[in-house]
Nanobody, 128 residues
Framework: QVQPIESGGGLVQAGGSLRLSCTASGRTFSNCNVGWFRQAPGKERDFLAAITNSGGTTYYANGVKGRFTISRDNAKNTVYLQMNSLKPEDTAVYYC?????????????????????WGQGTQVTVSS
């Protein structure tokens, strides 16, 4: 069983940066592909970024490409999401998810239904 736990959210001014962390217990986390999603009030949960279990390949939504960077340190069982140039529209609850799907199935990374384990989320608020 993998239980992701997010941290690093908070209040930041527009243009600022935050780094979110996702940790999980158990050696199986390093075998999982990991994605970051977010959900704003009244909106659907949107894909942001994902990384393969080895960390060798990353995927990004068009709206965050160039501003957000996903990375992982399997020795620490941690995945990071570095967020720069934040905008008020980035305000949302951010979720980390771990998936056991075949790492080579690139289309799966964008689909929330493919992920097996979800964290509780961390709030990010960007003020104007």
């Amino acid at each position: 069983q993998v239980q992701p736990i997010e941290s690093g959210g908070g209040l930041v001014q527009a243009g600022g940066s935050l780094r979110l962390s996702c940790t999980a217990s158990g050696r199986t986390f390093s075998n999982c592909n990991v994605g970051w999603f977010r959900q704003a009030p009244g909106k659907e949960r949107d894909f942001l970024a994902a990384i393969t279990n080895s960390g060798g390949t990353t995927y990004y939504a068009n709206g965050v490409k160039g501003r957000f960077t996903i990375s992982r340190d399997n020795a620490k069982n941690t995945v990071y999401l570095q967020m720069n140039s934040l905008k008020p529209e980035d305000t949302a609850v951010y979720y980390c998810a771990a998936g056991r799907f075949d790492y080579s199935m690139s289309v799966y990374y964008y689909q929330s239904s493919q992920y097996d384990y979800w964290g509780q989320g961390t709030q990010v608020t960007v003020s104007s």
